[in-house]
């Protein structure tokens, strides 16, 4: 009796989340209500702003009937040990907005939907490849809703005045702009600088911006095979050995060298970019209102996140929104309903648009809007990528101490990089 039990009931949990699959594909069409066996109330956590997704949220109960959602604002400071303490004490919502970052912390708590119900073609033809930090060997452990791809802003006046009509498309055209937009006061110290690399403590998301290097390169920086993750930071095996790319990052803090445009002398790059004493700044599409609130009178574009040159491929860092369903969850068939219908066009649209990013439906990527910024938004979130972060913290000291040692002396830059995979390993096997 109990094994028949558990059968119909893992039946169900698949109905719907085939149900999921043709709502992405379209084969249901947007507004319909959830399914017949699909009822009663289930609750959301996230830390998005009440504000900015209530009238996302009425508009979905108002298209879905059968059900309800009720959506729960969560501080970002306590997100993460609000969200545990409430699953381990058996009282946490149905679903919570999950960013990559803690992908692999919550992994064994959410409920992993199987490719028998989505497939692995499916998930990648309806979503850019950010989404599928989402995915391990077992299945779907989030549906991408929203991507923020790190792009580069840049300070239009500095180039106009030194005659530069573009900026850089290419990592090696800034060899050439750091001795034009570079400058020094007479005791040869740095006051208005091209780029802000070499460093780590006062560069915003320097984490980010060496994981896109290294990715850039042909290194995924972490690899999981059934389940089993292994930290592949100082893989050698790609194209560009990743020490070199590790070199080519400090050489920019390093006084000796001729690419030298950055030092601990100035405050973090996005205050020095909106002090318009940095030429690039290389941020998220997320940092948009923030830049121009810091400085309104600022004139500044946006551009793509530089490449390798003849790379047959482009990749820039992406965070990535998620919706997942907890694996506690008492109403665990309407929660897979209804995150199935959250990842359609339209509520997903509506999201990446209020939040001033992109989302993560590729067939949404074909119709960006017509704003000085969206386009390159949209553009990047399509080749953005991130990687199974198992530690937000512990891997932004790893790189840290990966950078520190290098421009200390005390370790050559394929020291550190072996050094930096072995804590990384550590940490994946906790």
Same mark, same amino acid.
Request: hydrophobic letters at 40%; aromatic letters at 12%.
């Given at each position: 009796m109990k094994s028949n039990f558990q059968?119909?009931?893992?039946?169900? #949990?698949?109905?719907?989340? @085939?149900?999921?699959?043709?709502?992405?594909?379209?084969?249901?069409? /947007?507004?319909?209500?959830? !399914? =017949?066996?699909?009822?009663?109330?289930?609750?959301?956590?996230?830390?998005?702003?009440?504000?900015t997704i209530s009238p996302l949220i009425e508009n979905f109960n108002r298209s879905n009937t059968s #059900?309800?959602?009720?959506? @729960?604002?969560?501080?970002?400071?306590?997100?993460?040990?609000?969200? /545990?303490?409430?699953?381990? !004490? =058996?009282?946490?919502?149905?679903?919570?907005?999950?960013?990559d970052n803690?992908?692999?912390?919550?992994?064994?708590?959410?409920?992993?939907?199987?490719y028998q119900s989505v497939p692995l073609s499916s998930f990648r033809n309806t979503f850019v490849e950010a989404g599928e930090v989402f995915l391990n060997s077992k299945g779907v452990l989030a549906l991408p809703l929203a991507v923020d791809p790190m792009v580069m802003y840049y300070n239009r006046n500095m180039l106009d005045s030194n005659g530069i009509t573009n900026p850089p498309m290419y990592w090696d055209e800034f060899a050439n702009l750091v001795p034009v937009l570079t400058q020094k006061d007479q005791n040869g110290s740095i006051t208005k600088s091209t780029v802000a690399l070499g460093q780590f403590s006062n560069i915003s998301n320097a984490k980010e911006i060496l994981a896109s290097l290294f990715m850039q390169s042909g290194d995924p920086i972490?690899?999981?095979?059934?389940?089993?993750?292994?930290?592949?930071?100082?893989?050698?095996?790609?194209?560009?050995?990743?020490s070199s790319v590790l070199k080519f990052y400090t050489d920019f803090a390093d006084p000796l060298k001729t690419s030298y445009s950055w030092n601990k002398s100035f405050p973090s790059s996005s205050d020095a970019f909106s002090a318009e004493e940095l030429a690039f700044y290389f941020g998220f599409a997320s940092e948009l209102p923030s830049l121009i609130n810091k400085n309104p009178n600022q004139n500044f574009s946006v551009a793509s996140f530089p490449q390798v040159r003849?790379?047959?491929?482009?990749l820039t860092f992406a965070h990535t929104l998620g919706i997942a369903i907890s694996s506690f969850s008492k109403n665990q068939n309407t929660a897979i309903t209804a995150a199935g219908l959250l990842a359609s066009g339209d509520f997903a649209s509506k999201l990446a648009s209020s939040l001033g990013i992109a989302p993560a439906r590729r067939d949404l990527l074909k119709s960006a809007p017509t704003?000085?910024?969206?386009?390159?938004?949209?553009?990047?979130?399509?080749?953005?990528r991130s990687f199974m972060d198992p530690s937000p913290k512990d891997t932004n000291d790893i790189f840290s101490n990966m950078i520190e040692k290098v421009l200390s002396g005390s370790m050559t830059?394929?020291?550190?990089?072996?050094?930096?995979?072995?804590?990384?390993?550590l940490l994946l096997t906790k």
């Open positions: 059968i119909i009931t893992l039946v169900v #949990f698949i109905a719907a989340a @085939v149900l999921g699959v043709f709502v992405f594909s379209g084969a249901i069409p /947007l507004g319909n209500s959830g !399914s =017949g066996s699909s009822s009663g109330t289930v609750v959301l956590w996230g830390t998005i702003k009440s504000q #059900f309800s959602l009720k959506y @729960v604002e969560k501080s970002p400071d306590t997100f993460d040990s609000d969200l /545990l303490e409430s699953l381990a !004490s =058996g009282t946490g919502p149905d679903m919570f907005l999950l960013p803690l992908v692999y912390k919550y992994s064994n708590k959410v409920y992993v939907i199987p972490i690899s999981e095979n059934n389940g089993e993750y292994v930290s592949l930071l100082s893989s050698s095996t790609t194209k560009y050995d990743p003849n790379a047959n491929f482009k704003d000085a910024y969206s386009p390159t938004f949209y553009s990047s979130a399509l080749y953005g830059p394929e020291q550190a990089l072996r050094d930096a995979s072995a804590k990384l390993g």
